[in-house]
């Protein structure tokens, strides 16, 4: 398993990039930052990964958790 991304900055059409100190990007906290209105974060993971993510649309859910019908 992957550790998680660590927010170093948040983007709003009002205000920009703004640096930001966050912690571990989870599911809860980009709820949160998408309450406040922020729409994209940039997060990284090691010194050299660092990658812009929308907040726009929720993540979809992951295979394993969709109930089956059959």
């Known amino acids: 398993m992957t550790r998680p991304r660590t927010v170093t900055h948040t983007y709003t059409l009002a205000g920009g990039w ?9 599911v809860d906290l980009a709820d949160e930052l998408r309450r406040q209105g922020i729409t994209m974060v940039r997060a990284r993971r090691g010194l050299f990964d ?9 993540p979809p859910a992951r295979s394993g958790s969709a109930p089956r019908h059959g």
């Not at 703004?18 to 989870?26: K, N």
């Open 18 to 26: 703004q640096r930001a100190r966050h912690g571990p990007l989870t």
């Open 50 to 58: 660092v990658r812009e993510i929308s907040l726009l649309n929720p």
